[in-house]
């Protein structure tokens, strides 16, 4: 099997996350970190009511936010000038509650795209899962 661009393909995953999985035939890993960190980037947006991407109120959920991919850059062009007036157009909680799971769904994608470089750069060095494996009773001298 030939080896892939890892580059394109860490690009490719920050841009829409899994899809650099996919790139490297990776597909049922691509789909589960799609499924996972979109929704829960969307689901974050949803809960906040479209205000949890502001760099200006929050700096370093926006840095954890922007490995989401661009689409955290393009929210962040978007968002009018005008503020937020939390407790007024929308609750504190349910903010704060979105700019988290937007920044964790970030933070989650940085860790795919570390898992996906590791895997293309030590390719037959144990995983995570499989540290957790007992070892065969043939391997016990």
Not at 23 to 52: D, E, N
Request: aromatic share 12%; hydrophobic share 45%.
């Amino acid at each position: 099997m030939a080896r892939r661009n890892i580059w394109f393909a860490l690009f490719l995953g920050w841009m829409v996350p899994g899809l650099g999985h996919f790139f490297v035939k990776q597909h049922p890993r691509g789909l589960l970190y799609s499924v996972c960190i979109c929704g829960l980037y969307a689901a974050g947006m949803l809960l906040s009511g479209g205000t949890a991407v502001n760099w200006d109120i929050h700096p370093w959920y926006f840095a954890c936010q922007f490995w989401a991919g661009p689409i955290t850059l393009a929210l962040e062009y978007l968002r009018g000038p005008e503020a937020i007036f939390l407790g007024e157009s929308i609750g504190i909680l349910e903010h704060q509650t979105g700019v988290v799971w937007a920044a964790v769904a970030g933070a989650l994608n940085l860790v795919t795209l570390g898992e996906l470089y590791r895997r293309h750069s030590e390719p037959d060095a144990p995983g995570p899962a499989d540290t957790m494996r007992s070892p065969s009773p043939e391997a016990t001298p």
